[in-house]
C-alpha cells in the first residue's frame, strides 16, 4: 500500500523558517511526480511546489524565492523548505505523489505562522 507520512509542521513567527518531510513507502518513487500543496483557511487546496522525476521544479508565485523543494530518490523523501515565512502560509500542508491517473495523498501537517 502507498503511503506518504508529512512531518515538521509547527508553530513559526513570522520571518522565521520550517523544514517539512515527506517520507514514501510502497511507491516507485523515482518515477513519480512529487508536490506540496497547502490549503488555508476558507479556501481551497493549491498547488505550492512540485518536482518531476527529472528535478524540475515549479513554485507558486506566492512562494517563488521564499521556498524550496526538493527530493531524495534513494531515501524516498520529499522536502520543502520554507524561509521567511509569512501569516498567510499558515495552512495544512500535503504532500502528493503522482504518476498518470494514479496519485497518493498523505495525511497534512499544520503549519501556523504568527505575527
Known amino acids: 500500500q502507498a503511503q506518504l507520512v508529512e512531518s515538521g509542521g509547527g508553530l513559526v513567527q513570522a520571518g522565521g523558517s520550517l523544514r517539512l518531510s515527506c517520507a514514501a513507502s510502497?511507491?516507485?518513487?523515482?518515477?513519480?511526480?512529487m508536490g506540496w500543496y497547502r490549503q488555508g483557511p476558507g479556501k481551497q487546496r493549491e498547488l505550492v511546489a512540485s518536482i518531476t522525476t527529472g528535478g524540475a521544479t515549479n513554485y507558486a508565485d506566492s512562494v517563488k524565492g521564499r521556498f524550496t523543494i526538493s527530493r531524495d530518490n534513494a531515501k524516498n523523501m520529499m522536502y520543502l523548505e520554507m524561509n521567511s515565512l509569512k501569516p498567510e502560509d499558515t495552512a495544512v500542508y500535503y504532500c502528493?505523489?503522482?504518476?498518470?491517473?494514479?496519485?497518493?495523498w498523505g495525511q497534512g501537517t499544520q503549519v501556523t505562522v504568527s505575527s
Open positions: 510502497g511507491i516507485s518513487f523515482s518515477i513519480v511526480t
Open positions: 502528493n505523489a503522482q504518476f498518470r491517473s494514479w496519485g497518493s
